[in-house]
Nanobody
Framework: QVQLVESGGGLVQPGGSLRLSCAVS????????MGWFRQAPGKEREFVSVRRWNSGTTYYADSVKGRFTMSRDNALNTVYLQMNDVKPEDTAVYSCASTYRNLILSSIRATSSYDDWGQGTQVTVSA
């Protein structure tokens, strides 16, 4: 059984940095697709970043491109989201998700494409 556990959220000032972690159990970070999503109050959960393990390619939402970086540590079986130059609009519950499937590019942004989800970690950007 795949389990995803996020951590690292908290309160951060605009322009600051934060690193979120997603500890993965039940599978390795070598195939399929894995991503970060976020949901702000009153809004739908939206795509933030996705890694396609087979191709080794990472994709980012336009709103975070150049500020956020997704990475992994195979030894720890953990995926990270480094958040730099955060903005108030980044405030949301951030969740990691995975699927064994190698998703086509047009499907990576859809929450319905993913089979396993973590519980989420709250990120609040405020002065």
């Amino acid at each position: 059984q795949v389990q995803l556990v996020e951590s690292g959220g908290g309160l951060v000032q605009p322009g600051g940095s934060l690193r979120l972690s997603c500890a993965v159990s039940g599978r390795t970070l070598s195939s399929g697709t894995m991503g970060w999503f976020r949901q702000a109050p009153g809004k739908e959960r939206e795509f933030v970043s996705v890694r396609r393990w087979n191709s080794g390619t990472t994709y980012y939402a336009d709103s975070v491109k150049g500020r956020f970086t997704m990475s992994r540590d195979n030894a720890l079986n953990t995926v990270y989201l480094q958040m730099n130059d955060v903005k108030p609009e980044d405030t949301a519950v951030y969740s990691c998700a995975s699927t064994y499937r190698n998703l086509i590019l047009s499907s990576i942004r859809a929450t319905s494409s993913y089979d396993d989800w973590g519980q989420g970690t709250q990120v609040t950007v405020s002065a």
